[in-house]
């Protein structure tokens, strides 16, 4: 039985509180929401952190209000998301896509801002240490070699999130205050394609809330491709956006593809093809294969590789498809 180790636990009751506490304790401290992700990682060791500030006590974590779109809070958990009327109605995809992660205990304990930041995933970093000690630690975790691609500089740990797809695709903002203040950046700006240094967001900044303008006229979904129908990560996720007008032609259209690469692709060209157009069987057809030539998946997930490349064309097909139809 894999178990924690010894840590101390802080119960901050505001973000001033807890930014503090951070910046008391430095890098052997790190924050948690829910603790579905972090936790089984400290399991093995892959996070060693001597204390864990809490961010469940934090009123300011927990809100959903109006603010010409949607403003909410990071630490809303994933199944207050997926039921809350408010998402259902004007943010389907993200109703969607927060009630697909996992299970329903992990989806009562995780919350959107965890999801949103959850560690990248690889076969090879994902296991217990002596696991991976025997094999010879990896580049993400005490190694210097990236055993997906023995030559690449960097990291290949897949971003393996539901909710960053769709944030994206929605064109949502997120607030990260930090003992140096607070700012504002788009959703998108929040990855980098890099395994280990996957977030621009400081060790000692919290995702307090998501904003998501208002999308009057748009019409999204989500779609996730995995072994079993619950429990495991996305080896593939679409999300869709688009706004269609009256007579049927797209002004405006976002894809984003997760879990075939270190974070989400934006398939800009896929996008580019639809607009000023009428959706049609034969344009579905090329926006998916525009979509499909950025996607990269290495043999670092569930299924083979190849499965999982042409999946892409399939589900980015089906996702259109399913927004398009009158």
């Known amino acids: 039985m894999l178990r924690l180790p010894s840590f101390e636990y802080l ?33 093995r060791r892959q996070f060693e952190p001597k204390a864990l500030i809490g961010l469940r006590g934090i009123p300011a974590m927990h809100g959903l209000s109006n603010g010409g779109g ?47 930041c959850i560690d990248t995933r690889c076969t090879y970093y994902n296991q217990t240490y002596h696991w991976r000690k025997s ?49 504002m950046i788009p959703a998108q700006a929040l990855y980098h394609d890099d395994g280990l240094q996957y977030l621009d967001k400081a060790p000692d900044e919290i995702l307090v809330s998501i904003h998501l303008p208002a999308l009057e006229g748009w019409r999204m979904t989500y779609l996730k491709l995995r072994r079993r129908g619950s429990i495991d990560f996305p080896i593939l996720g679409v999300a869709v956006a688009l706004k269609l007008e009256g007579d049927g032609v797209c002004s405006d259209a976002r894809i984003v593809l997760g879990a075939v690469a270190s974070r989400p692709v934006v398939a800009d060209a896929a996008a580019r093809l639809l607009v000023g157009n009428e959706i049609t069987p034969e344009l579905i057809e090329a926006a998916a294969e525009a979509a499909y030539k950025p996607a ?31």
């Open 11 to 43: 119960a901050p009751k505001t973000l001033a509180e807890a930014t503090s506490m951070m910046s008391d304790h430095g890098p052997e401290a790190m924050y948690v929401a829910g603790g579905t992700d972090l936790y089984p990682n400290m399991k």
């Open 70 to 116: 949607l403003v909410i809070g990071g630490g809303l958990t994933l199944s207050q998301v997926s039921t809350h009327p408010q998402v259902i109605e004007k943010y389907p995809a993200l109703a969607r896509a927060s009630g697909l992660v996992s299970s329903p205990p992990l989806r009562n304990m995780g919350t959107i801002g965890g999801n949103l």
């Open 135 to 183: 094999l010879g630690f990896c580049l993400k975790k005490d190694g210097d070699t990236c055993w997906v691609a023995l030559s690449s500089p960097r990291c290949m740990a897949v971003s393996s999130s539901d909710c960053a797809p769709v944030a994206i695709a929605l064109g949502a903002q997120v607030r990260l205050v930090g003992p140096q203040g607070e700012r």
């Open 296 to 326: 990269k998946p290495l043999d670092n997930t569930d299924m083979a590789l190849g499965y999982r490349k042409k999946m892409v064309k399939v589900y980015v097909t089906r996702a259109l498809s399913e927004v398009a139809r009158p």
